[in-house]
């Protein structure tokens, strides 16, 4: 019996990524599920119902080499759901042990435990599917066709995906951190290529004219919107090192007596060095998270209202604001009458 431990966090996110891709009702026994599988480093979660399939991972610890096995998500005992409900049930940053067993899967933390049968269905070798398709080298297809549906599937797969295809009847590789996946194409015929398409367009869109690329007109907005998301990271990071260094540096030019100078310029240096590799550590195993919450909090500073935005997070993670400012203004008279009394 061997035990995996990772956070919740890790391991909602995981069941999210691949979940649309979850075969329900296919009739595929051996896949209606989702397929675990722990090589010692990674923990991965894979599904697919044949026409996608998707792998996400998350870095793991473990007291065994290696494990695997299949959660079932068929229609009468939905397993994938009651363990993916359970894992939102936890504050991301819970651990959450996993021992597999020859039975099944049992999910344990501070808050409880929950036991899962394993599907008894074979699910296929799903490295040897993704490692053949890495392998081919993308070429420039002629054309290639996609159910729209399937595509939508791949909206929680990143913020940012990478996409390529080596023929017009492989399937197309989706990845990005962490995530990779595979999309069959449609199966279209040579009426269906460019050429057909333009016999059927050529009225609305007219015989002649000038040649535009895209890039040439949308490049200048798009293009800026994405740099400038990529920036914030950066910004925020460049930002936090300079408070860091400033602070550390110019406390030694504070006169010694000033111990609420000193104070605030030892805090100022620490908590920006704590904020900063926080911050370089979510962007290295959480990235599409740390765009989120970076684009949630610029906003909120624009806002000007986050002294109402703390004051109500205190709140909900169960401490007394009020009682917070209540002991600040008393200190702040205290510190007042004993000037008062050196200057009498």
Do not use: C
């Not at 397929?35 to 610890?61: F, I, K, P, S």
């Not at 068929?74 to 819970?94: C, I, K």
């Not at 008894?120 to 053949?132: A, K, N, S, V």
């Amino acid at each position: 019996m061997s035990i995996t431990s990772l956070t919740a966090y890790q391991l909602t996110a995981m069941l999210r990524r691949v979940d649309p891709h979850v075969a329900r009702n296919a009739g595929y026994g051996g896949i209606e599920g989702v397929h675990l599988d722990y090589d010692g480093q990674n923990l991965h979660a894979v599904a697919t119902d044949r026409y996608t399939l998707a792998v996400a991972r998350e870095r793991a610890v473990g007291t065994a080499p290696a494990w695997k096995l299949t959660i079932s998500a068929a229609e009468w005992t939905d397993d994938v759901t009651a363990l993916r409900a359970w894992a939102d049930s936890h504050p991301g940053q819970e651990n959450i042990h996993l021992t597999a067993g020859t039975d099944g899967l049992t999910a344990t933390s501070n808050r409880g435990k929950l036991v899962l049968p394993a599907s008894t269905g074979h699910f296929p070798e799903w490295r040897d599917l993704i490692r053949t398709a890495l392998h081919h080298q993308p070429t420039e297809s002629p054309w290639s066709g996609f159910q729209s549906r399937l595509l939508a599937r791949w909206q929680d797969a990143g913020e940012r995906i990478t996409t390529w295809q080596s023929a017009y009847d492989k399937p197309v590789v989706v990845y990005a951190t962490n995530f990779v996946g595979l999309q069959m194409p449609m199966r279209i015929g040579d009426e269906e290529g460019p050429e057909g398409r333009w016999e059927t367009w050529k009225g609305s869109l007219g015989e002649t004219g000038p040649k535009v690329e895209q890039e040439e007109t949308l490049h200048h907005w798009e293009g800026a919107a994405l740099e400038e998301k990529e920036y914030l990271v950066e910004s925020y990071t460049e930002d936090l090192l300079k408070l860091t260094l400033r602070s550390t540096t110019d406390i030694f030019s504070l006169a010694t007596g000033d111990t609420g100078a000193l104070t605030a310029y030892s805090l100022a240096g620490t908590q920006s060095w704590l904020a900063y590799r926080l911050l370089r550590a979510l962007e290295k195993s959480a990235p599409d998270l740390l765009r989120q919450t970076l684009d949630d909090v610029t906003q909120q500073l624009e806002s000007g209202e986050i002294s109402e935005w703390a004051w109500d997070e205190a709140e909900r993670a169960g401490h007394n604001p009020q009682a917070w400012h209540d002991d600040y203004e008393a200190h702040l008279k205290k510190l007042a009458d004993e000037r008062a009394a050196k200057t009498a």
